[in-house]
């Protein structure tokens, strides 16, 4: 049992990856065609077998008591000098519990989601998610190292194939007329245009004809046509023109098309492994100079010191995590009557989410989000003596040199006080722009 288990430990994690993979890209056509039965059993059964797999998993872990710890090791993903880096799933006690918890008690969530979701147009896709959710978490649970718990370029060696088709679509971009690209964009420009004037008047259209339209509507159908033309025209020109580059005179066409050439033969590298993580891993190295050591940083690029990095990696996910949650809570305190209502009457998603959800949302949303901008400008406030040192230096000096410490600290207070006043005021206008107006 332990051979099967080094071997063949990582079908537990496949199954419900592979339901997945069936319900993502087919369950539509299997929905429309053999029913949502069929959809439910491909979904259930896939962790089913994993639970089942799970069991004698479990009870084999159980029985050693020396070291009870088995290792599947499944494929070799990174191999640079002493760094060996494997994609493989480690099996021991606490890990054999929990998957037993994933696989037991996912199999039951799918089953009464069969009957939950029962006649939801989206039946397929809640199951892909679900079993893509299970994955995951077994994936979590039994990784053996951090980088392959965040799975990384773990879809390096499942897709290596599309270097080649990355290369020839750079091949083929490479030999386009430099005209081709700019009159695309033109076109596209056009497009958008027509489309706007066709969505307009199909709005106005009544069983009875099209109405009188006013003086604004013209203006706004000869607005888009007439500057959709004058735009085309506008690229077109631009890629005709003659720039200097570091090779030589070129058109602004010649540099679109080599631009978007590199791109992909970019995306070719990244997938080939011809340069670039995960096979061809470069440590980066710090040059000193000069009898004191000093570190020589780079002529080119921006240097960004680490405690400067650190706090603004530190501030931003704080504050994006706070505004995240309050722009979620503003949308659910909204009823779900109104969303209701909404499809009721027939309008679709982005247009009650913008003339219905968003406007009572933005009342509930907007004191609390105020406040974060305003604890966003304190914080930030605090890296300004680590990565603007010589804005507190200049202040520091004066404060030696003359003595005036309070002028200098008041100077500083003004200054943060007039940037959170002024996000104060921003934030009141709107406040006032969208309160209920009571008669």
């Given at each position: 049992?332990?051979?099967?288990?080094?071997?063949?430990?990582?079908?537990?994690?496949?199954?419900?990856?592979?339901?997945?993979?069936?319900?993502?890209?087919?369950?539509?056509?299997?929905?429309?065609?053999?029913?949502?039965?069929?959809?439910?059993?491909?979904?259930?059964?896939?962790?089913?077998?994993?639970?089942?797999?799970?069991?004698?998993?479990?009870?084999?872990?159980?029985?050693?008591?020396?070291?009870?710890?088995?290792?599947?090791?499944?494929?070799?993903?990174?191999?640079?000098?002493?760094?060996?880096?494997?994609?493989?799933?480690?099996?021991?006690?606490?890990?054999?519990?929990?998957?037993?918890?994933?696989?037991?008690?996912?199999?039951?969530?799918?089953?009464?989601?069969?009957?939950?979701?029962?006649?939801?147009?989206?039946?397929?896709?809640?199951?892909?998610?679900?079993?893509?959710?299970?994955?995951?978490?077994?994936?979590?649970?039994?990784?053996?190292?951090?980088?392959?718990?965040?799975?990384?370029?773990?879809?390096?060696?499942?897709?290596?194939?599309?270097?080649?088709?990355?290369?020839?679509?750079?091949?083929?971009?490479?030999?386009?007329?430099?005209?081709?690209?700019?009159?695309?964009?033109?076109?596209?420009?056009?497009?958008?245009?027509?489309?706007?004037?066709?969505?307009?008047?199909?709005?106005?259209?009544?069983?009875?004809?099209?109405?009188?339209?006013?003086?604004?509507?013209?203006?706004?159908?000869?607005?888009?046509?007439?500057?959709?033309?004058?735009?085309?025209?506008?690229?077109?020109?631009?890629?005709?023109?003659?720039?200097?580059?570091?090779?030589?005179?070129?058109?602004?066409?010649?540099?679109?098309?080599?631009?978007?050439?590199?791109?992909?033969?970019?995306?070719?590298?990244?997938?080939?492994?011809?340069?670039?993580?995960?096979?061809?891993?470069?440590?980066?190295?710090?040059?000193?100079?000069?009898?004191?050591?000093?570190?020589?940083?780079?002529?080119?690029?921006?240097?960004?010191?680490?405690?400067?990095?650190?706090?603004?990696?530190?501030?931003?996910?704080?504050?994006?995590?706070?505004i995240a949650e309050i722009v979620r809570g503003g949308i659910l305190a909204v009823s779900k009557g109104q969303t209701?209502?909404?499809?009721?009457?027939?309008?679709?998603?982005?247009?009650?989410?913008?003339?219905?959800?968003?406007?009572?949302?933005?009342?509930?949303?907007?004191?609390?989000?105020?406040?974060?901008?305003?604890?966003?400008?304190?914080?930030?406030?605090?890296?300004?003596?680590?990565?603007?040192?010589?804005?507190?230096?200049?202040?520091?000096?004066?404060?030696?040199?003359?003595?005036?410490?309070?002028?200098?600290?008041?100077?500083?207070?003004?200054?943060?006080?007039?940037?959170?006043?002024?996000?104060?005021?921003?934030?009141?206008?709107?406040?006032?722009?969208?309160?209920?107006?009571?008669?």
């Open positions: 049992m332990i051979e099967l288990i080094q071997n063949y430990g990582y079908l537990i994690a496949i199954f419900p990856l592979v339901g997945t993979l069936v319900n993502g890209l087919l369950g539509r056509a299997i929905q429309e065609r053999f029913g949502e039965k069929t959809v439910g059993i491909i979904a259930c059964s896939s962790v089913i077998f994993s639970f089942l797999l799970t069991i004698p998993v479990f009870i084999s872990i159980l029985g050693l008591h020396d070291d009870p710890v088995i290792i599947n090791n499944v494929y070799n993903w990174i191999k640079v000098g002493y760094l060996n880096i494997d994609i493989s799933l480690l099996f021991d006690p606490l890990s054999s519990v929990m998957i037993l918890i994933i696989t037991g008690i996912g199999s039951l969530i799918h089953i009464y989601s069969t009957a939950y979701m029962k006649g939801d147009p989206g039946f397929y896709r809640y199951f892909a998610y679900l079993n893509l959710f299970v994955f995951s978490m077994l994936l979590l649970v039994l990784a053996d190292n951090i980088l392959f718990m965040f799975i990384g370029w773990f879809a390096h060696p499942i897709f290596g194939f599309l270097g080649g088709f990355w290369g020839a679509v750079s091949s083929f971009i490479e030999a386009l007329p430099t005209w081709l690209i700019p009159g695309l964009l033109a076109a596209f420009v056009l497009f958008l245009a027509a489309r706007w004037i066709w969505g307009f008047f199909a709005a106005r259209k009544t069983p009875a004809g099209y109405g009188k339209f006013s003086d604004d509507d013209v203006f706004r159908v000869v607005f888009a046509a007439v500057g959709s033309i004058l735009v085309a025209f506008m690229l077109l020109w631009i890629g005709n023109q003659v720039v200097q580059t570091t090779q030589g005179p070129a058109t602004v066409g010649e540099q679109l098309r080599e631009g978007l050439s590199n791109l992909f033969l970019w995306a070719e590298t990244r997938f080939t492994g011809d340069s670039g993580a995960p096979i061809d891993w470069q440590s980066a190295a710090v040059e000193l100079r000069g009898t004191g050591g000093f570190v020589q940083y780079s002529t080119t690029g921006v240097v960004i010191t680490p405690p400067f990095f650190a706090i603004w990696i530190g501030v931003t996910l704080y504050t994006a995590s706070f209701e209502a909404s499809q009721a009457v027939g309008l679709t998603r982005s247009q009650y989410l913008r003339l219905i959800i968003l406007p009572q949302a933005f009342r509930i949303i907007m004191p609390p989000l105020g406040n974060q901008y305003l604890n966003l400008a304190k914080n930030t406030s605090l890296g300004l003596a680590v990565a603007y040192a010589d804005i507190v230096s200049v202040g520091n000096t004066l404060i030696n040199q003359t003595g005036q410490s309070l002028p200098v600290i008041l100077v500083w207070m003004a200054f943060f006080l007039t940037v959170s006043l002024t996000i104060s005021a921003i934030v009141n206008y709107y406040n006032r722009k969208l309160k209920l107006v009571e008669r």
